[in-house]
DNA sequence: GTAGGGTTAG
């Protein structure tokens, strides 16, 4: 059957996902005075601004080719720039529209405007488009009344939200589900539940915002509880909860939900593959995020950027920054900046700091503009690879040249940079000079520079300032009691120690996380003697001898807290947690395999000297995480060269 | 021919 031009354009619509098909079909409209038909160009419109990186100034360009928009081709522009990165632009539409043109608002562009106001998080803006509403005898219609509920919610003003509601004479179930997600986003539990009980009428949707409400405000037994009680439960519902329990760092549960999601007979959609994703990303289950990427190109969901950007966060936590890559290089047209973005912290979490410098201009030559997260990451890659020039460079970049204003997280990596390359004066004058007021952990990275350093004096200084800001943080403590054990200032040690102690300030545990067969192994400090953690401790004795013969090795006692007799302390650093989980690693796998360990805190110098000679004496590679970037061990070296 | 409430990545 033949199509027409018209036709042709619907249908390649339907499924039209990239810049390049908009582009095709925008070439048969133009061929064919298609784009004076406002269904064809309202469409395209829509379909190029939303969610297409670098396709919003393409989007602009195609309307300014509409001779006369009506308030459909207008409405759709506000609808794609409101969902866009920059919900600004689609309250200026608006504006230019009333300013130019005759036409009328109709309740159409009040929920979509409203919804840009929301995105933007403007209050100011809202309660002006609220007046407008009314103006426009429009404030009542149900559909603009709900997007105004949301939309006070956003911006942070739940009485606001709660007096549009309570003036609804007929509250619909869309209503009450709008009010409900109002008080959860407002952080009014109480009143969430309140209003929960008092519907009179539910649906699905109700049932899950109380489950994504609970998790998001990071309770989760009465999450759980809900999910139990639920008689009908869809795929959003197993989204949330493996989301929510993930996000809560119950990695274990999220898996487990995820396998009952399978045997309850549902398929995984992109949503939940993306939640337990990234809880393989944040555990290191490499084995499993494999059998995960499988299944991921087999059912087709490879084609879905969020799916295949977690999927390269998940290899790249998992250690092996060339599978990372390997995805980053399939998403061929697919890329956003997220994934630009994704790739290069990859690259910084495993001191390939060039590399990562190098993608930032291959990312500027194809034309995608970074976000002030890209330059947190690539200020991240400079730092940790001692990039100093490059890293200054970036930050003039990207206020100069992109107008991004530093954040605070932006000002912390400079503290990094300048800190880590061993000029710490100019770092604490840095932070005395920036314009924001420091936090605690601008200073808390400043107190690691001492650590590595060991400036004592300057230390002392910054410990201060954080003992006013939070004065409980037991890694503040630590780290202050070892850089006093590292210059050999025990007496100072014992009076940190003292009043952590008096102060009931208990150090976290350190733990450290193996997976052998598919199944995660955590070893605690100092915690039980069940038969795994035997398995360990023996095999780590035998280890620890054979490179203290056969590698020199001498143990690093500054790494351990206490002013304690020289043997006592070599027995507490020996017993660390990712010295257990090697030990373990080479006794349960198979020669030739990765030794992949997660650890939750930093790696100490002693465990780091021991990890080179085993990668060294037992010729195994090891990847180790720790809290702030990769270690690879290999053949006596590892990729951090020391610089951590 | 466009809408309002619930789950997604750096």
């Not at 300057?458 to 954080?466: C, S, Y």
């Not at 409980?472 to 040690?493: E, F, M, Q």
């Not at 940190?496 to 350190?510: F, H, L, Y």
């Not at 795994?532 to 056969?550: C, D, G, N, P, Y």
Request: hydrophobic fraction near 40%.
């Amino acid at each position: 059957m033949m199509m027409n031009a018209k036709q042709r354009c619907i249908s390649l619509l339907k499924d039209c996902k990239t810049l390049q098909n908009i582009k095709k079909i925008q070439a048969i409209a133009t061929k064919t005075s298609l784009l004076n038909d406002p269904f064809i160009s309202g469409k395209l419109i829509l379909l190029s601004a939303i969610s297409i990186s670098d396709a919003l100034q393409y989007a602009c360009n195609l309307f300014l080719e509409i001779p006369s928009p009506d308030i459909f081709t207008y409405n759709t522009l506000i609808r794609g720039l409101s969902e866009s990165n920059s919900p600004q632009q689609s309250l200026l539409t608006y504006i230019e529209m009333r300013r130019k043109t005759i036409l009328q608002p109709d309740s159409f562009s009040f929920a979509f405007i409203l919804k840009a106001a929301a995105n933007y998080k403007s209050l100011d803006g809202g309660i002006q488009l609220h007046c407008q509403s009314l103006v426009h005898g429009l404030d009542n219609h149900l559909f603009v009344r709900t997007t105004i509920v949301s939309m006070y919610a956003e911006c942070g003003c739940i009485s606001s939200a709660r007096k549009a509601f309570d003036e609804l004479s007929q509250p619909n179930v869309v209503a009450w589900n709008a009010i409900v997600t109002a008080c959860f986003r407002c952080g009014d539990l109480k009143g969430a539940e309140v209003l929960f009980g008092r519907m009179p009428f539910r649906d699905l949707t109700s049932w899950n915002i109380m489950l994504a409400g609970y998790m998001k405000a990071g309770e989760v037994e009465p999450a759980k509880r809900i999910f139990a009680e639920m008689s009908a439960k869809d795929e959003v519902s197993w989204s949330t909860m493996i989301v929510g329990i993930a996000h809560n760092g119950r990695l274990d549960e999220a898996f487990e939900y995820f396998r009952e999601l399978n045997s309850a007979g549902m398929r995984p959609n992109e949503v939940s593959l993306t939640g337990v994703l990234w809880a393989c990303a944040q555990a290191g289950a490499f084995e499993f995020g494999k059998v995960l990427h499988g299944y991921i190109e087999k059912a087709g969901f490879g084609m879905m950027v969020s799916v295949s950007n977690t999927l390269l966060d998940t290899y790249s936590r998992c250690g092996n920054v060339q599978m990372a890559h390997l995805v980053f290089d399939w998403m061929i047209i697919n890329k956003n900046i997220v994934s630009w973005t994704s790739m290069m912290a990859s690259f910084a979490m495993h001191g390939l700091g060039k590399e990562a410098v190098q993608l930032f201009h291959n990312m500027e030559s194809s034309g995608v503009i970074p976000d002030g997260i890209t330059f947190i990451c690539i200020l991240y890659a400079c730092s940790h690879a001692g990039l100093l020039k490059e890293g200054i460079g970036f930050f003039h970049k990207m206020q100069a040249t992109y107008g991004i204003e530093p954040s605070i997280e932006h000002y912390g990596c400079m503290v990094d940079l300048y800190g880590r390359s061993g000029l710490l004066r100019k770092a604490f004058e840095f932070v005395i000079e920036m314009p924001i007021e420091p936090n605690d952990i601008i200073w808390r990275t400043l107190l690691g520079a001492c650590s590595i350093h060991g400036d004592v004096t300057l230390a002392e200084q910054v410990k201060e300032r954080l003992s006013e800001l939070d004065p409980t943080n037991p890694s503040d403590h630590v780290l202050l009691s070892n850089i006093y054990a590292v210059a050999g200032k025990w007496r100072d040690v014992v009076s940190v120690r003292r009043s952590m102690t008096d102060q009931n300030i208990k150090k976290s545990p350190g733990w450290s996380m193996i997976e052998v067969d598919k199944i995660m192994y955590n070893f605690v400090v100092g915690e039980g003697s069940n038969g795994v953690t035997k398995e360990a401790q023996e095999k780590l004795m035998e280890i620890m001898s054979r490179i203290r013969i056969e590698g020199g090795y001498i143990p690093e006692v500054g790494s351990v807290l206490r002013d304690i007799e020289e043997e006592e302390k070599e027995n507490a650093v020996s017993l660390h947690s990712e010295k257990l989980a090697v030990a373990f690693g080479i006794s349960r796998l198979c020669r030739g395999s990765v030794i992949r360990v997660v650890k939750n805190l930093r790696v100490c110098r002693d465990c780091h000297v021991v990890m080179k000679l085993i990668s060294k004496v037992y010729k195994w590679k090891i990847v180790l995480r720790d809290r702030s970037r990769f270690h690879s061990f290999h053949e006596g070296q590892c990729s951090c060269q020391d610089f951590w």
